[in-house]
């Protein structure tokens, strides 16, 4: 089992960063891959970014490249996206999740075994 709790969102205005972190409790949180995925009022789920156990694979969105950054720091059991340049349509409730088959950076949400409450970012124009 497997908790995973987000924090770090809030509001922001056009342009602006911020950076949300999850933090893990429970099994080893290396023996997991890691994904962003976030969900705006209306719409579907969808991918942000994920990172193999080892840290070494990233996967992002296309169209969220170079804006948006995965990182995990394993002995703090602790994952992290890094947003830049946030723009009003980044407005979303972003979940982190863990794969425990992770050897490879999934984008698929059904890969994924725990997630966490998420955690709400709102982008101002």
């Known amino acids: 089992q497997v908790q995973l709790v987000e924090s770090g969102g809030g509001l922001v205005q056009a342009g602006g960063s911020l950076r949300l972190s999850c933090a893990a409790s429970?099994?080893?949180?290396?023996?997991?891959?890691m994904g962003w995925f976030r969900q705006a009022p209306g719409k579907e789920r969808e991918v942000v970014a994920a990172?193999?156990?080892?840290?070494?694979?990233?996967n992002y969105a296309d169209d969220l490249k170079g804006r948006f950054t995965i990182s995990r720091a394993n002995a703090k059991n602790t994952v992290y996206l890094q947003t830049n340049s946030l723009k009003p349509e980044d407005t979303a409730v972003y979940y982190c999740?863990?794969?425990?088959?992770?050897?490879?950076?999934?984008?698929?949400?059904?890969?994924?075994?725990?997630w966490g409450q998420g955690t709400q970012v709102t982008v101002s124009s």
């Open positions: 999740a863990a794969d425990y088959s992770g050897s490879s950076p999934s984008t698929a949400g059904g890969r994924y075994d725990y």
């Open positions: 429970g099994r080893i949180f290396s023996s997991y891959g």
């Open positions: 990172m193999s156990r080892s840290g070494l694979g990233t």
